[in-house]
Every structure is written in C-alpha cells, then in structure tokens.
C-alpha cells in the first residue's frame, strides 16, 4: 500500500530538511511526499528543490487547510498521512501502520502522540504522551484535549467522503475534520505506540498564552461551536463540550482583560458569549466583586 504523506508549509527554512528525512527514515518504499507551500521567501524552496523525490507546489494559499485540501487533491496513496513542519514521525512507524490497514474493514487508525521540547543543550526532552481515544470518549478529547490527527492515518478514500477541511479555520480545522469523521461513523484502531512527535516551541499557539493568542483560540473556537450548536445531527454532548470550551477561553480571556483593568473588554466578550450562556458576564462580575475598585 502506498503511503501520501502531506505537509502543509509557509517559511519553514529552520525545519524543514527533518521533516523530509524523518519520511525518508521510515524505510518503506512505497510513499509520496507532498509539500504545499503558501509561498515562502526564507529560502524553504530552495531546500525543497535538492530532494527530487518530492512533491512541491508553491502558490499563495488560504492557509493551512487550504493547502491540505491541495495535498489530498494529489494524493494517490490509499493511505494518508499529516505532517506538520515543525513536527516529526517516530521512527519505522510506516510499515506497522500498513499492516494495520490490512483490515479492509479500517478507515483510520490512531497512534499515541508524543509532545517534547529543547533545553538549552539542544536535548530533546519528552514532556507528555497521549493516547487518541476509544469511541465513547472521541468527542471530549476532540474538543478538550486536542484531536491529535497527526498522529492518525487515514484512507483516502474517507478523507474525501467527510468532505474538505474547511479553510476558515486557522487552527480548528483539524478538530472539525474529526468531528465531521466521528459522526460519519468511521471505524478505527487505536495503537499502543508512538506514531508523531510534536514539537513544543516558543511559537507554539498553546505555549505561554497571552492575550492575542487566546483572542485567536477563541475566534476559532467560537466558529467550530456555531457550526453545531443548534444541530439536529450534532449530540448534546458534543454541542455542550463546545459551548462550555468557549465560555473557559472567554473566562481565560477575562482574567487577564480584569487584570489590565480593561473593563469595556469584559463587557465585549459578555456579548460574545451570552450567546453560550446568558448569565456568564453576571456571573463572572460576581465572582470578582472588586471590579469597580480596578
């Protein structure tokens, strides 16, 4: 079976030669490599020009899910996988996860994510490893934990039966391409070892949240939360996870507004949210009754 592996990419000069040899490295033979690059002007291209074996398309895009639905319009494997360029496969993962695919009753299957950092002697350190979820617990670990689809591989055939990613998104396409999956049904086999390490850095969005990267997480969270709140396809437990995520990045979001004294913000974000829940701009002026004295 042939593997497509697809990396979506802007200016990414720092890293992108291990990620190609992390690819190279899984000593399988029967794989394409697709790099869709938005454009880059720090040099990305020209080290892309050096492996021959790649495949490389360099045009403005709408972003990152724009750039997947590119790769997968490629794509000729019966397999696909999402590679990040800041990110990594475990070693000699290919193989096994084709012996997986064995099974014709398989769309997907889910490997453990591993997630590590650099000191300052350059040593990678593991910081935490997670586990994709069974079914029953699939939409909670979507929507709370992060949907790790890196760490999955798919059927083609699958990605393109749920439909593109949506290019809106700019960091919660990934999320709402599984939720798409999740209610489709789609069946799947959890592994008991690592398949993906990513890669925690300074410009990471989850890493040292600050104002503008919360107002970014919200933006796109309210979005995903608004495509099935009020559904009648979508389970009350999935439309409760979204509307409560949005209220605890709001919150997050609040604290540090109170903290700066930006007490017109806090009433902004109130309206925003009433929308999840009526009461909560009463509620957290409550519980911080010594708002008026900031």
Not at 193 to 221: G, P, R, W
Request: aromatic residues 12%; charged residues 25%.
């Amino acid at each position: 079976m042939k593997i497509s592996v697809i990396t979506p990419c802007l200016n990414r000069a720092e890293f992108i030669v291990e990620v190609v040899e992390s690819v190279l490295a899984q000593n399988y033979p029967y794989f394409e490599h697709i790099i869709v690059d938005g454009g880059s002007t720090d040099g990305t291209f020209d080290v892309l020009k050096k492996y021959k074996h790649l495949t490389v398309i360099s045009e403005p895009d709408q972003g990152m899910y724009d750039a997947l639905n590119k790769g997968l319009d490629l794509a000729q494997g019966e397999i696909v996988g999402f590679l990040n360029t800041d990110d990594l496969y475990a070693p000699n993962i290919f193989d096994k996860i084709v012996k997986q695919f064995k099974d014709r009753e398989l769309d997907a299957v889910g490997g453990q994510a591993v997630f590590f950092e650099e000191n300052k002697r350059c040593e990678r350190i593991e910081k935490m490893r997670l586990s994709s979820s069974p079914p029953e617990g699939l939409f909670k670990q979507i929507v709370l934990s992060g949907c790790l689809m890196n760490a999955w591989f798919f059927r083609r055939d699958i990605c393109r039966n749920v439909g593109a990613f949506n290019p809106k998104y700019k960091i919660s396409g990934d999320a709402d391409f599984m939720i798409r999956l999740k209610l489709w049904g789609f069946k799947y086999k959890l592994l008991d070892f690592a398949t993906y390490f990513y890669f925690s850095h300074a410009d990471s969005l989850t890493m040292a949240l600050n104002e503008k990267k919360l107002q970014k997480i919200l933006k796109d969270a309210s979005i995903l939360a608004d495509s099935y709140i009020g559904m009648d396809f979508a389970p009350m437990e999935l439309q409760n996870l979204l509307r409560n995520v949005c209220l605890a990045i709001g919150s997050q979001l609040a604290d540090i507004y109170f903290q700066d004294s930006e007490i017109d913000k806090i009433i902004e974000l109130g309206n925003l949210l009433s929308k999840y829940d009526p009461t909560w701009i009463k509620k957290y002026l409550n519980g911080n009754k010594n708002i008026q004295d900031k």
